[in-house]
Structure formats: C-alpha cells, structure tokens
C-alpha cells in the first residue's frame, strides 16, 4: 500500500478556533488556527484563551535563535589525538561552514560545538534550514562536515552520524540551553477584572499555582529544563495539522511558564526553545496540510513562513496554558469541564 494513499490515511478531528489576538513583528493580527486532536476540549481550552487576548492589548510573540542541529561522533586511539582533532575543529571554522553549506542551497552555518569524552569526540553541527524544518538537511550537512574532518584528521575514525548530543526527539538540557529549531515566546498582560470575568480566577492565584505546580513540581519530578502544564497537548494538535515530525515535541514541550502579579494585573508568559518546525518538505504535500497552513499566513512560498508558524504556535500555546491555569485554580473545573465536553448529554 502506498503511504501516500489519502484514502489510507488516519482521521483526527480538526478544528479551527480564533480569533488570537497575536502582536507579530510590529502588527497586531486577528489569527485562527487549526488544531488536530482527539482531545477534544481543547479547542474549548484555546477558545477561552483567544477571548481573553480579545479584551487586552494581545499576545506579544517572537521568534529567535533558529537553527537545526545534528551531532556525529568520532573516535581516536587516546585523548591527546581527540584534543588535536576538536582543535583543528575548532580553528577552521570558514572550511566547516563552506562545507556544510555546500549539501543545499538553504542550509547556511551557525555553529559547531564539541565535547570530548576520553578518546570519543563529539561534534555538535547548528545550521539554519530556510523554511525547512530540517532534519534531512542538517545530517547531510553533517555528513559533509565528517568528511572534510576524516580528511585533515586520518588519526580520527567515524563512528554514527547521530551522537545522540543533537539531541533528536529525547529529553536533554543541551536542547534548553542551546536550542534546537527556533527559540520562541510569548507575553501576555490581563487585567484583574478579566482574569475574574473570563478565567474565573485571579492573577494571585495564577502567579501562586504557577510557582507551586509548573516550578516547584516539575522540580520534585525531576523535570530536565521544563515547567509548564500542558504544551505537548497543542504541540501536537498543531503539528498534526500542519504536518510536522510529531516526535519532536518530546523536545519542543521543554519549556518554562512565567507567571506574576504585576500592579495588580496579571503578567503570563510562555517559553519554548525547542520548536522544530517547517512548511516545507516532508509531510506538506497534502491538501489539509496546505490548508491548515494558509489559514494561518504560512504560505510556503513566502519567505520566514516557518518562522510565523512558530509565532503562531506560541501564541496557541499560551492561551491554552493560561486556560488550564486558571481552571486549575479552581476545585472541580476541570473534571467538570471534561465531563462537559466530552460525554455525550442524555
């Protein structure tokens, strides 16, 4: 069976929820999105969200740090060839950068780090990848990059194109400091008689839970670089949407809610720096992807079109973490909602 066989394929239910009131590279836009999910509450989630970005200034988004990593590892007989070879590294970088932009006429060098262990040399290779989300450009730059290394280092010898130190679709710190696919955040401020009317809830208690389950929590949990409630849930409603590599929100749900009282109103604000995303390539020939991606000002063919995809994405994410918030706040809402929402009503 051809897995580019639509009539084949998987239904999830899909819906388009706005208006978000999303202030983007100096405009303020009234944006919809679509979100896949079999969550189903959700979409009530993001709703409750987008009305309270409607009754205040809007969500401030922005995108930055963009770049796609992949490490490699090589091998030495001992540590002083290692330690030769991450200074050869080290001091070419032009040679690397030629080499690594030479595999796509997208892909264009940010970076390259490495780590030793003993005789084992880690190589970390960062590019950025147009609007592509770059997995398959990334490790062909990596590639070329090995090459030219094996070549001025024959003491050297290739071990995996992937060391695991990228770090692809797993859980690190690496990813949180550095960032892998684009650093995205977003801010919101909501006045106290919004939070009231709309949240049902205040800012004293959304700072308050904030602090004592994303931070505190996550810490006994042994969180690595994360405390937030739900990002994975609209990461990957979206990401089935348009369709990206769902693995990646085991990284791209890293991510830290900040919350606080601010002259009585509330300050809340979302940070994701992992978001692997593109609307090019793999996954973005169908039809509803397309679809999907238009309704949200991500036309392929425009340039930096990934990067308002990630823009768009943040500001989901933000209203749905402030709605489950301040349902949290409250004793019984969220079951009550669930119930709600989801079992049919005799």
């Known amino acids: 069976m051809d897995f580019q066989d639509t009539s084949s394929a998987t239904i999830v239910p899909t819906k388009v929820v706005g208006f978000l009131k999303m202030i983007y590279e100096g405009k303020v836009e009234q944006l919809s999105v679509s979100l896949a ?185 042994g969180g690595v670089r994360t405390a937030n409630a739900h990002y994975a849930n609209i990461l990957l409603a979206m990401y089935l949407a348009t369709g990206q590599d769902a693995a990646n929100i085991v990284e791209a749900s890293q991510g830290i809610t900040f919350a606080e009282v601010r002259n009585g109103d509330l300050y809340f604000s979302v940070n994701i720096p992992n978001l692997i995303v593109g609307t090019v390539g793999n996954g973005k020939q169908f039809d509803f992807v397309l679809q999907n991606l238009e309704l949200m000002g991500c036309n392929p063919q425009k340039p930096n079109s990934s990067e308002r995809l990630a823009a768009a994405i943040a500001t989901t994410v933000l209203c749905s973490e402030l709605s489950l918030m301040a349902a949290q706040t409250n004793q019984g809402e969220l079951m009550k909602s669930h119930i709600s929402l989801e079992r049919n009503k005799k």
């Open 37 to 221: 999910t079999f969550e189903t509450p959700l979409w009530n989630s993001v709703k409750r969200g987008a009305l309270v970005s409607q009754k205040t200034d809007g969500i401030f988004v922005s995108v930055s740090d963009d770049g796609m990593s992949r490490s490699s590892i090589l091998e030495a007989k001992n540590l002083s060839d290692a330690l030769r070879c991450k200074e050869w590294i080290e001091s070419h970088q032009k040679e690397i950068a030629m080499a690594a932009a030479s595999t796509s006429r997208f892909a264009k060098f940010k970076e390259i780090r490495t780590e030793n262990v003993g005789s084992l040399l880690y190589i970390r290779l960062a590019v950025t990848t147009g609007n592509a989300a770059g997995h398959n450009m990334v490790t062909a730059a990596a590639d070329e990059v090995l090459r030219l290394i094996l070549s001025q280092c024959p003491y050297m010898k290739y071990v995996s194109i992937s060391g695991n130190y990228c770090t692809d679709k797993k859980v690190s710190a690496v990813n949180g400091i550095l960032g892998r696919g684009k650093r995205a955040s977003a801010e919101i401020v909501v006045p106290n008689d919004v939070c009231k009317s709309v949240l049902k809830t205040t800012p004293e208690k959304i700072a308050n839970l904030n602090v004592k389950k994303n931070l505190i929590g996550s810490m006994l949990a």
